[in-house]
């Protein structure tokens, strides 16, 4: 009976965000999800370059940070990671955010910070071809424009986000992260920071402290750790190896950990892997980091977000497209259970 049983499909909720999923049990092997060539990863091809490619910095708008070789000047050729703004933000930087009512709904004008994190400056290197020094220099910029950007108080919150391998030209060809800055906190963020308030308030631990402590006892759904940082694909997965990276210690804002190459080395192992096992898959990567406290004190907002929330990195592949009925039931369907997820990780080398 018992096996019976696990062969069924399961309805898992995530205690984090609150939103269930179904884990569908009898699976499926990546190469079947791997095979639809609509969610595979542009490929850039040898001799291609772009707006983004060292040599020509005169085509993007002027670099707001950068890691440089020794003596290499703003805006010229040099740079090892690079960040500028989006020349075609969604949020604008300057202006005031005009709170009004229109009727019944609510409005605010589109203030905030749109930039992007170009990762490398040669053209066909993604983020998992990256050395663990580039990829802690990657992570560096992260930290630095979060920051920097925190420090106004017209923005409750700025979401690190990455898109790997979709989107529009030359987005979609050269390595890039976009940073944006936000006056409201986005709404999956919002869940996850009310659910763990509500537990601390009932248990007074950290939601995710806990998370952590039940999947290294269990080590199921655990694909790799060291010293810093655990990854683990998630009890209730929204999609077929999905993949969280946590630090170990609990910590609420990402960008005050000072463990970055640590982190790049867990970080390149898992994306190594996630490569080896599905090919050029497209992903999308986000840093959940805590709320900007400058902007929420003006309100009272987050009181114990320091002892409730944990920040981490979601590393979500996309397979497919959400069949007609997820977006209906408005829960996810997981083909591939997260414990299997976990194991098929594991067995790859990761280098």
């Not at 709904?105 to 998992?128: F, N, Q, W």
Request: include cysteine; charged fraction near 25%; aromatic fraction near 10%.
């Amino acid at each position: 009976m018992k096996a019976e049983n696990e062969r069924m499909n399961q309805l898992r909720r995530d205690p984090i965000t609150g939103v269930w999923t179904i884990i569908v049990q009898n699976g499926k092997e990546p190469a079947e999800l791997k095979s639809d060539p609509a969610y595979q990863a542009f490929r850039p091809k040898d001799g291609e370059n772009c707006m983004f490619c060292q040599g020509r910095e005169n085509e993007t708008p002027s670099e707001i940070f950068a890691v440089r070789n020794n003596g290499s000047a703003r805006n010229e050729p040099g740079w090892r990671v690079r960040v500028v703004p989006e020349k075609y933000p969604v949020l604008q930087i300057h202006g005031d955010l005009n709170n009004r009512g229109y009727g019944m709904y609510d409005m605010y004008d589109g203030i905030g910070a749109h930039e992007l994190v170009i990762e490398s400056p040669e053209h066909t290197k993604a983020l998992a071809d990256l050395s663990e020094q580039e990829l802690s220099e990657v992570l560096t910029a992260y930290r630095e424009r979060t920051l920097d950007l925190k420090r106004d108080t017209r923005f409750r919150y700025v979401l690190v986000h990455k898109n790997s391998g979709a989107g529009f030209e030359p987005h979609a060809r050269h390595a890039v992260t976009h940073v944006l800055a936000s006056p409201i906190t986005p709404q999956r963020v919002r869940e996850e920071f009310m659910n763990a308030q509500q537990f601390f308030a009932m248990k007074e631990r950290c939601l995710f402290c806990d998370v952590i402590r039940q999947e290294t006892t269990d080590a199921q759904r655990i694909v790799a750790e060291n010293e810093g940082f655990v990854a683990l694909c998630p009890f209730a997965s929204r999609a077929p190896f999905e993949t969280w990276i946590l630090p170990k210690r609990h910590e609420t804002f990402y960008e005050l950990n000072t463990e970055l190459p640590v982190l790049a080395r867990l970080m390149r192992t898992i994306l190594v892997k996630l490569r080896e096992l599905l090919g050029e898959s497209n992903y999308i990567m986000e840093v959940h980091s805590g709320p900007n406290l400058n902007a929420g004190k003006q309100r009272g907002y987050w009181k114990t977000v320091e002892k409730d929330f944990h920040w981490h990195i979601e590393i979500a592949p996309r397979l497919r497209g959400y069949a007609s009925y997820e977006s209906g039931l408005g829960f996810h369907v997981n083909w591939v259970p997260p414990e299997r997820a976990a194991e098929m990780l594991r067995g790859n080398a990761g280098a």
